[in-house]
Structures are given as C-alpha cells and as structure tokens.
C-alpha cells in the first residue's frame, strides 16, 4: 500500500536540460529524504529534511537543489543534467528509523 | 561506506526456509540493525528491525548474536514473491546520523518453483 508519492515515474532528457521530480507522503511523518539509486543497484542519500528544514545534505553536486513547502512534500531539482545523473531517484520518508520508500523516479540522460 | 557484509546471492525453492546472514563486526553500542528488501522497479520496503534481542512478525525472524556481530534474517515458507534484494543496515539512534540509513547491495535471493 503506497503512502509515498513520487511523479513523474520516468522522464528521459538530454543533457543540460532542467529536471523536476516531486514527492508526497500522506503518512503524517516529519522527516523526509531523497536517495540515488545508480546502475548498480547501491542507494545513496542525498539530502533530507525534518519538518521542512534541510537536516542532512550529502556531497551532491550543487545542480542538485531540494525543495519542501511543508513536511508532507519534498521536491527535487536539477538544474542541467549530466549523464551521470541518469539512476532511479527515490523518496522517501520516516518514523524514527522506519522509511517508508517512494516507487522511484527513473531518469535517463541522453 | 556500508558497515555490513553480506553475501551476494541465495538460492532458494519454494516452501523452505532461508537464512540471510549478515556481518556487522564494527556495529555500535547505539545502532540498530534494519533488514529492508527491494523487488525491481520499487522502493526498499520495510521488514523488520532489532537491537539485541531476537525479534519476529509477519515477514520475518530475526536472529542476533549475543556480541551483535552477526545477525540472521529468516523467512520461512518462502514464495516466489519473497524474491528480492534484501538489505542489512545500521543504523544509530542517537546523534547528528539519527534516521539516516546507508545502504549497501544487499543479498539477491533468488526463489525456485
């Protein structure tokens, strides 16, 4: 039963083009997060916020901007991609500890 | 900079049981233990977690060793939809890191009919 909402599910551009994913939870949590999923399958966080409040912001490159308008939604921006950038971007949020994951937002960079 | 160990793949049939082993010898005294699985074209999905003592439930057992070296997820009666990549992660309760999960590759398993 998915509680955490990500759109689009695929998006497919070319290099240096602007990129949007949005992401919304409806479980009530106050923490929410961004991972990257590469080729080979390893997750890495990126950034995460509490209640709206950037808390956690991994070495990413500075394309990469994260936006929260209240708790339950934390978009991700980037701003002119790269081909590596092309990995499934997954959100998520939390009660302590327990995420709960998003299905994912591929992105391929041509 | 995953702190556990676990193997690559499983191979498994329908019915039986599995023991996913994980190592995790530099484990702090504050870190819990978290098992997460992960079928393609979807997000991690939540299966259990422990601290020291053994824990169940629906999904699955979960078996810790008395040092908190080690620990042992088990699935019984597996299915077919029990095939997934199942990930063992630490993570702390207390500091700057709390909430924060990193995540490894993980045991592909693999469920024969």
């Known amino acids: 039963e998915t509680a955490v909402f990500q759109t689009p599910n695929y998006h497919v551009t070319q290099v240096g083009n602007e990129v949007s994913f949005n992401c919304k939870q409806t479980?009530?949590?106050?923490?929410m997060y961004w991972y990257k999923q590469d080729s080979k399958k390893l997750l890495k966080i990126m950034f995460s916020?509490?209640?709206?409040?950037?808390?956690v912001n991994e070495t990413v490159p500075r394309r990469f901007s994260p936006q929260s308008s209240d708790k339950a939604h934390l978009n991700l921006r980037i701003k002119s991609v790269e081909p590596e950038d092309s990995a499934v971007y997954l959100c998520?949020?939390?009660?302590?500890?327990?995420?709960?994951f998003g299905e994912g937002s591929k992105l391929t960079v041509l | 900079d995953a702190k556990t160990t676990q193997p690559d793949s499983m191979e498994s049939t329908e019915g039986e049981t599995v023991h996913l082993p994980c190592s995790h010898a530099?484990?702090?005294?504050?870190?819990?233990i978290y098992w997460y699985r992960q079928v393609p074209l979807q997000g991690p999905e939540y299966v259990t977690h422990g601290l020291q003592q053994n824990t169940t439930n629906s999904m699955a057992f979960l078996a810790i060793a008395s040092d908190r070296k080690s620990s042992t997820l088990i699935l019984t009666h597996v299915s077919l939809r029990d095939a997934a990549v199942y990930h063992c992660?630490?993570?702390?309760?207390?500091?700057?890191?709390?909430?924060?999960?990193?995540f490894g590759h993980g045991t592909i398993l693999r469920v024969h009919p």
């Open positions: 998520a949020s939390s009660w302590p500890g327990q995420l709960y």
């Open positions: 916020y509490n209640n709206k409040q950037l808390i």
């Open positions: 479980l009530g949590h106050d923490t």
């Open positions: 530099t484990i702090s005294g504050n870190e819990y």
């Open positions: 992660i630490l993570r702390a309760n207390t500091g700057a890191n709390t909430g924060k999960l990193t």
